[in-house]
Structures are given as structure tokens and as C-alpha cells.
């Protein structure tokens, strides 16, 4: 790579990290940057027989870990948080070399890692239930929340830290073990953030059990197994809808429980009352940021017809204005797309919006391809759009935004709602009745919908998830650590009787 080479990287960023790639080496996962195709590391994936045995391990520290007071559960992941932060430069540089992320969203991402676990320490002790007032003298009623057992974490090449984060750092303050399985495609990212858990794990000592997180490469074999087995409690998978669609059922004939977080394909509603020099910031962050390969990507904006040239005549100089290159580069606002195959099917996404009647604005051309021969960058797309086509309405994992016109907040909101996907959502508007419209049950119906600031870039307090095709679950902060437990319904008499309830006479 430009910045550093392959062994460099290997030999210092990796070890730093506490890597080993020695001892991983293997010919099953061959890790390629997609900056310029440079091989990173050559690794060995678990064998899928070999999965029934981590799950054992995972079995067996559960029934330790959960008798372990939630707020000293907490002080793990507080010392995770710790060592997240430590090393935070280095997993960030991982995530550039191994993803594509400029420096910026690659620390950022790191970041979350941080976020969460400080938002975990917090809700160990916030692990509560209800009491219930009963309709009978003499009793009462409370709801407990209780560890779910072994979490089966498996993610996506675009977040390969902080989604792992996100749900290890809640499963573990829940009592739960947890099991990684990495994208294939970004191991190196999620095991240097594995291994920041497992220093944290051994400056905790003792009280951690043998098994209480471990990580899993390999591919569809390894993920698999773990779907399938009936002793991983909860399943929490990222990916496409189609990954949800072969996850989903298998998991649901074991009756065991998951958080799906799956595509998205989100809108962004100019109206007449908008700040359009605000909007325009916000539609470049979200559109090309990643390259528009986030879940919650911009792809599809719906702009009043009254303001639409407005808005373009500000965008096209915005988006022609893009430093395009290597991510490692400080002053790179877009990097490459993860490989040849999203490339393609950006360019078959782009031939049918054509066909469909649409207008290319600017980008979707390759670029940089004499100095990145293997590299494929990519100047971001802007098609305008004479209605809402098939090819509009799935989801093309790159930066292309499509541009719609509406006449009234109805047909916009009607536009925002009809696609298969429901992740994220938002309207610029300073106009208090749209915005309250769009945010009404009569609005979006997006698990998440904003206001004056994009689709991207959630916090971590909220809960993160959407509805439709993009899966119906949440995960992250609010109340999503219900996800990760069991709960309980108890009813206590205190009485010398024994009243039935709804007024029944027995005998």
C-alpha cells in the first residue's frame, strides 16, 4: 500500500494490536486490502466440526458468569472501554488498511466500541424489572429480567468492530458468553478488537471464566453451525436481507431468539422549508460517506419540485469537489469500495436507472486505475429519477443517490415508505407541521426518522434497528438489553390465603 507496506503493517500495526498472524496462518481467508489489493494476511478458518466445541466452552462459563453480580460484570466492560481506548489508532488503522474507511470513520468506529461500553457499565446496574400491583389481597407481582445464555455475534465487512461492540459489551453485562464470527472479508479488524476484550478479560483475573468470549473464523460453514445449534440462546446477525432471509427461519424452527440487522435503503425529504445548505452537508456525509457502503447510507433523495434545482445547482459542485483516494491519506473524503464485485453492481444499477429513464448527474465512473489497479474507487453517483423504479427501490450497497421530485409532504412520505426496506429516514424542514407529520404514525416507517440531520451516524444511546425487509429488531442502547435476557413473571402471596385470580371459586 502507498502509506505502508504489507509487512510493515503486519509486523507493527497487527502486533501492536495483538495479533498474531503465525499463529493463525492458514490458506482458507486470504484478507486483501481493498485500497490497492494487497494481501494482508493469509488465515485458517475453523472447521465447522470444530464449532460444537467452542459452543461447549461457551455453555460452560455461562453457568458461572451469570451468577456473577451484574455491576462486577460491568467492570469488565469498563476495562474493555479502557483498552479500546489504548489502542484505539491501531484498530483504526486496521479498519482503514482492511475496509477502506478514511482515518476519521475508521476512529470513529472505534469510538463506538468506547461509547458502549460506558453506556454498558451504566446499565449494569439499571438491570430492572416491574413490580405489579395485583387484583388480589395479599400478593404481588414482579417482572425479572435474568441471563439468556451463549450470544452468536456475527457481522458485516463495513462495521467490523464496533457492531461486535455493540453487542458484546450488553450481552456480557447481561451475563451472557459470547461467540464472534468476523465477515471474512474484515477478520483483522474484529480480531484486534477481539483482542482488546481479551486483555481486558485478563487484567479482570479469575472471575471471568474459561469461554467467556471467543472468536471464530471461517465463512458460511463456521456461521452455520453456530446458527443452527439450540444452545446458542440469541443469534445477532448483520448482513443483507437475503443473509436475514437463510438466518431468520433456521433460527425460528429452534424457536431461539435474534436481532437481524439487515439492509436498508433510506431517504432523505427536502421540502420547500428546508435549510439547503444544511441539507446539502448532511446528503454528502450520508450519501458517499464509506463510500456508501453503510446500512444506513443515504440513497435516495426526495426533494420538493419547487426547490430540487436549488438544491442540485449546490450538491454538483459538492460531489465534482470530492477528494477521492487511498483512505490512509489524511486529506481522502472517499475511499475504495471493499472489492470488484460491489463495483459491478454498481455499474449493473447504474445501466438499469438508465434504462428506467433516469439521467446520470455526475460520478459512477472508476477511478484512480492506473495507480490502483486493484483498487476500485469510485466517484460518487447522483441519478435523477423519473419515478421510483424496481432498481430504486433495492438497496445497491455503493455511492449512488437517487433524485425524486414530489409535489406535497404525502406523496413525499409515500415515496420515503415504499421500499422493501425500513431502516432509517429523515426530512429537512423548518416547518413544525411537516416535521411533526413525518415523524407521526402517518410518517415514515422507519425504525429510525430524523430531523435536519441525515440517515447516518446514530448515537449509541438510541436503539439501532428498523422494520420491514430490514429485520424488525434493535440492538445498542435504550432498552435493547431486553434482547439478551430472559424475563420472568412472578407472583408472590404473602397472605394466609389463597384467592384466584379473576374471581374464580374453586372446590
Excluded at 478514511?102 to 457499565?121: K, M, R, S, T
Excluded at 449493473?348 to 474507487?377: I, N, V, W
Aim: hydrophobic share 45%; with cysteine.
Amino acid at each position: 500500500m502507498t502509506a505502508i507496506s504489507a509487512t510493515d503493517f503486519q509486523t507493527t500495526v497487527l502486533s501492536r494490536c495483538g495479533i498474531e498472524l503465525q499463529a493463525l496462518a492458514g490458506k482458507d481467508i486470504s484478507v486483501h486490502s481493498p485500497i490497492d489489493g494487497t494481501e494482508l494476511a493469509s488465515l485458517a478458518a475453523l472447521p465447522g466440526a470444530q464449532v460444537p466445541q467452542v459452543i461447549d466452552h461457551a455453555v460452560q462459563a455461562f453457568k458461572q458468569w451469570r451468577l456473577v453480580p451484574a455491576p462486577v460484570r460491568g467492570e469488565l466492560v469498563r476495562l474493555w472501554g479502557e483498552e479500546l481506548r489504548r489502542a484505539k489508532a491501531d484498530i483504526g488503522h486496521v479498519i482503514c488498511c482492511e475496509v477502506g474507511k478514511i482515518a476519521q470513520e475508521g476512529l470513529g468506529e472505534v469510538q463506538e466500541g468506547v461509547d458502549i461500553c460506558e453506556f454498558a457499565l451504566g446499565l449494569s446496574r439499571q438491570l430492572h424489572g416491574k413490580t405489579i400491583v395485583s387484583e388480589r389481597p395479599g400478593h404481588r407481582i414482579m417482572e425479572q429480567y435474568h441471563p439468556l445464555g451463549p450470544v452468536a455475534v456475527i457481522t458485516a465487512f463495513n462495521f467490523p468492530s464496533a457492531v461486535f461492540a455493540w453487542n458484546a459489551a450488553i450481552a456480557l453485562v447481561c451475563g451472557n458468553p459470547v461467540i464472534f464470527k468476523p465477515s471474512d472479508k474484515a477478520p483483522l479488524s474484529g480480531l484486534a478488537t477481539f483482542k482488546a476484550l481479551e486483555r481486558a478479560i485478563a487484567r479482570f483475573g479469575d472471575r471471568a471464566p474459561a469461554g467467556l468470549a471467543q472468536i471464530v473464523l471461517g465463512g458460511a460453514a463456521v456461521a452455520e453451525a453456530l446458527v443452527d445449534s439450540p444452545r446458542i440462546a440469541l443469534v445477532s446477525a448483520t448482513g443483507s436481507s437475503r443473509m436475514g432471509r437463510a438466518v431468520g427461519p433456521k433460527v425460528a424452527a429452534r424457536f431461539g431468539k435474534r436481532i437481524l440487522e439487515l439492509g436498508g435503503n433510506n431517504a432523505m425529504v427536502v421540502t420547500p422549508a428546508a435549510d439547503l445548505d444544511l441539507a446539502v452537508r448532511a446528503i454528502v456525509f450520508s450519501a458517499v460517506g464509506t463510500a456508501g457502503q453503510r446500512c444506513t447510507s443515504l440513497r435516495r433523495l426526495i426533494v420538493h419540485r419547487d426547490v430540487k434545482q436549488p438544491l442540485l445547482d449546490r450538491l454538483l459542485p459538492a460531489y465534482r469537489s470530492l477528494r477521492i483516494g487511498n483512505p490512509l491519506q489524511p486529506d481522502t473524503l472517499v475511499g475504495p469500495l471493499i472489492n470488484e464485485a460491489s463495483f459491478e453492481a454498481l455499474q449493473h444499477s447504474l445501466s438499469q436507472a438508465l434504462k428506467d429513464g433516469g439521467h446520470l448527474l455526475t460520478g459512477g465512473q472508476r477511478q484512480l486505475e492506473q495507480q490502483f489497479p486493484q483498487g476500485f474507487y469510485v466517484a460518487p453517483a447522483i441519478v435523477d429519477m423519473p419515478a421510483q423504479t424496481s432498481i430504486v427501490r433495492h438497496e445497491t450497497f455503493a455511492p449512488l443517490l437517487y433524485v425524486l421530485s414530489y409535489e406535497d409532504l404525502e406523496q413525499a412520505i409515500a415515496l420515503n415508505n415504499d421500499v422493501p426496506q425500513g431502516l432509517s429516514s429523515c426530512i429537512f424542514s423548518n416547518d413544525l407541521r411537516e416535521v411533526e407529520v413525518f415523524l407521526s404514525v402517518a410518517g415514515s416507517d422507519c425504525g429510525m426518522a430524523n430531523v435536519n440531520i441525515g440517515p447516518s451516524g446514530a448515537e449509541i444511546g438510541g436503539a439501532f434497528g428498523g422494520e420491514k425487509e430490514t429485520g424488525g429488531d434493535r440492538e445498542s442502547g435504550s432498552d435493547a438489553w431486553k434482547q439478551y435476557m430472559r424475563r420472568t413473571t412472578n407472583t408472590i402471596n404473602y397472605s394466609r390465603e389463597l384467592p384466584l385470580a379473576q374471581g374464580i371459586q374453586f372446590g
